[in-house]
């Protein structure tokens, strides 16, 4: 019998990321100096930082490796950031994190969006999520398709849903005040 997702998201303690194309729309733009900005939603910020805030894990990982990238992940609260790895090269990342971490592959949800995401995505255990925009292949083989589009609010709508379901979304506020 198979479990349903309100059930699997109940389950969730981590969540992890891929950079471009979920936590920004996947525009690059290429400056003379060689930098390359991205540009985030807030509210995907946000749910990150009310994330780490309650207790849940958050973790990135991600093939671009750029400053400005993060300092905005520090800024929100992330410790887990592992940028600059190989687009091959995401599961070794993902495998040493959990064993390192002691996490059950059933707590973890993973959003990814694109081909180098697919290795950890196809985990039997994780819970595997994307953005409405994502790879054919990716949306092929993911639990969960948010309905927002990656940098447009698909991180804080899976983040909203997996708390909605474990009831600690809105737990920062007081019954009185929404009675």
């Not at 920004?24 to 100096?33: I, K, M, N, Q, R």
């Not at 959003?111 to 290795?119: A, H, I, K, R, V």
């Not at 997996?162 to 009185?176: L, P, R």
Request: proline letters at 4%.
């Amino acid at each position: 019998m198979s479990t349903s997702l309100p059930e699997r998201f109940q389950r969730i303690t981590t969540f992890i990321f891929d950079v471009d194309g979920v936590m920004t729309d996947g525009s690059v733009l290429a400056l003379e100096s060689g930098e390359q900005p991205r540009t985030f939603h807030v509210r995907d910020g946000y749910g990150i930082n009310r994330a780490l805030r309650l207790g849940y894990r958050v973790a990135i990982i991600s093939a671009q490796n750029q400053l400005g990238v993060r300092k905005r992940l520090e800024y929100l609260g992330v410790k887990d950031i592992f940028i600059g790895a190989s687009p091959d090269g995401k599961l070794p990342i993902y495998e040493k994190y959990i064993r390192e971490n002691n996490l059950s592959e059933d707590e973890i949800v993973f959003m990814g969006d694109d081909l180098p995401d697919f290795e950890v995505m196809m985990r039997e255990e994780l819970l595997g999520a994307c953005p409405a925009d994502s790879a054919e292949e990716i949306l092929a083989i993911a639990d969960y398709i948010s309905p927002k589009d990656g940098g447009h609010g698909a991180v804080r709508d899976l983040i909203e849903q997996v708390m909605k379901a474990q009831g600690t979304w809105m737990s920062w506020v007081k019954k009185e005040s929404i009675e």
